[in-house]
């Protein structure tokens, strides 16, 4: 089984729905990420939670939400979904041990917003 | 925040040709990986690689830490090597390079 899961892996929506995408990991570890990647780019920070108790804003978290219900439970939510929020979107974790600079990454949510 | 730049932007290859990638970074970090984004859109891990040497199959990884920047070296390349490819540093956060698109042609 995959270590880092995210569901739905695809979603269609229309422009003004709530969207939640989810994450779950089981790799023990205590840092999780959301990142977002548009087409022909790279992978921009929405928000990142070092524990369960932390939350931060990442570069582009405008229209989004998080919720970390657990250690190893990281959601990413889009409140009112707008059409250039259509992206793929990648959950990722790493550990704040020995080696800390290295990540792992989810297969990925493909959302269009229409 | 560090910038991550990379290079080339985009490579295209024969196959059975070798390759360099490069990641140069603007302040010293004790920490890098790189990625293969395939071609149906998965991120891979290939090295985790603070520094020195590495070697996974026939893909290998030089990190020069002093001096800001590494390398991956893809030798005798095949069709499968084709995606993107990202480097990435810690440092409070992580931050990613643009990525070389690489692609091999039978």
């Known amino acids: 089984d995959a270590d880092v899961t995210q569901t739905p892996r695809n979603r269609i929506t229309k422009t003004g729905k709530r969207i939640m995408l989810e994450c779950s990991q089981t790799?023990?570890?205590?840092?999780m990420y959301w990142y977002r990647q548009d087409p022909g780019l790279g992978l921009r920070l929405i928000y990142y939670s070092f524990d369960v108790k932390d939350i931060n804003k990442g570069e582009i978290s405008d229209g989004y939400s998080v919720s970390r219900q657990a250690q190893a439970k990281f959601s990413l939510s889009l409140e009112s979904a707008i059409p250039n929020q259509t992206a793929l979107y990648f959950c990722?974790?790493?550990?704040?041990?020995?080696?800390?600079?290295?990540?792992?990454f989810g297969p990925g949510t493909r959302l269009t917003v229409l | 925040g560090i910038q991550v730049e990379q290079s080339p932007p985009d490579l295209i290859l024969q196959e059975g040709a070798n390759s360099t990638l490069r990641c140069n970074f603007s302040d010293s970090v004790n920490n890098l990986q790189w990625f293969h984004q395939n071609p149906w859109g998965q991120l891979i891990n290939l090295f985790y690689i603070p520094s020195g040497t590495k070697q996974n199959g026939r893909l290998s990884a030089t990190t020069v830490a002093t001096e800001r920047y590494s390398l991956l070296y893809i030798s005798s390349s095949q069709t499968t090597d084709s995606g993107v490819y990202f480097c990435?540093?810690?440092?409070?956060?992580?931050?990613f390079g643009t990525g070389t698109s690489l692609t091999v042609i039978p």
């Open positions: 990722a974790t790493s550990d704040s041990g020995l080696r800390i600079g290295e990540q792992f």
């Open positions: 790799k023990g570890h205590d840092r």
């Open positions: 990435a540093v810690l440092e409070g956060q992580f931050y």
